[in-house]
T-cell receptor, first 116, second 115 residues
Framework: DAGVIQSPRHEVTEMGQEVTLRCKPI?????LFWYRQTMMRGLELLIY????????DSGMPEDRFSAKMPNASFSTLKIQPSEPRDSAVYFC??????????????FGEGSRLTVL | AQKITQTQPGMFVQEKEAVTLDCTYD???????LFWYKQPSSGEMIFLIY??????QNATEGRYSLNFQKARKSANLVISASQLGDSAMYFC????????????FGTGTRLQVFP
């Protein structure tokens, strides 16, 4: 089975440019999470969706960040305009519906963003 | 306040020895789950082991076991018979309750296994 698929794996852009990160969760999973990882702040939860609906976006840094999940198989995280401090690895993760199991998250390989 | 605390930024262990990675947590919810993930240098996040707050026994998965001490709010990961391939960052994480559905991660511990 395919895991969580993220694209691009690496992105280098200049300050002020728009960045769009994409995620395809595991088929059948109904929860999707976006995390950001930096050396200084570790793994931070940005936003998560349940059944395509944003449940908690309290971790989104500011209005420059937005996330959408138009359907069960696709999500985007957009940064506009990007700034050097946005440089990080962005992970997408998904989880299967509740009612059994451990509820662990399955992570994608991450998108490494560098803003110059 | 920190929900998940990992006080060991780095740990060293010799191959074939056991090592314990510390994790303490803070919650007032009686229902919660505790997770450990491994992140090798390649960057992916690998799920290792899970402990539910109502589980009576400590979780085990192969060489990994979780030393769950509920009263002390600690969930330490024990790796037995360390291997060179165990060198990685290890993250402890918690999910609170049922309604709050998100996983909060600690800052991680970097484990180095030497021959």
């Amino acid at each position: 089975d395919a895991g969580v698929i993220q694209s691009p794996r690496h992105e280098v852009t200049e300050m002020g440019q728009e960045v769009t990160l994409r995620c395809k969760p595991i088929s059948g999973h109904n929860s999707l999470f976006w995390y950001r990882q930096t050396m200084m702040r570790g793994l931070e939860l940005l936003i998560y969706f349940n059944n395509n609906v944003p449940i908690d976006d309290s971790g989104m840094p500011e209005d420059r960040f937005s996330a959408k999940m138009p359907n069960a198989s696709f999500s985007t995280l957009k940064i506009q305009p990007s700034e050097p401090r946005d440089s990080a690895v962005y992970f997408c993760a998904s989880r299967s519906p509740g009612g059994g199991g451990t509820g662990e998250l399955f992570f994608g390989e991450g998108s490494r963003l560098t803003v110059l | 306040a920190q929900k998940i605390t990992q006080t060991q930024p780095g740990m060293f262990v010799q191959e074939k020895e056991a090592v314990t990675l510390d994790c303490t947590y803070d919650t007032s919810d009686p229902s919660y789950g505790l997770f450990w993930y491994k992140q090798p240098s390649s960057g992916e996040m690998i799920f290792l082991i899970y402990q539910g707050s109502y589980d009576q026994q400590n979780a085990t998965e192969g060489r990994y076991s979780l030393n769950f001490q509920k009263a002390r709010k600690s969930a330490n990961l024990v790796i037995s018979a360390s291997q060179l391939g165990d060198s990685a960052m290890y993250f402890c994480a918690m999910r609170e309750g049922v309604v709050i559905d998100k996983l909060i991660f600690g800052t991680g511990t970097r484990l180095q296994v030497f021959p």
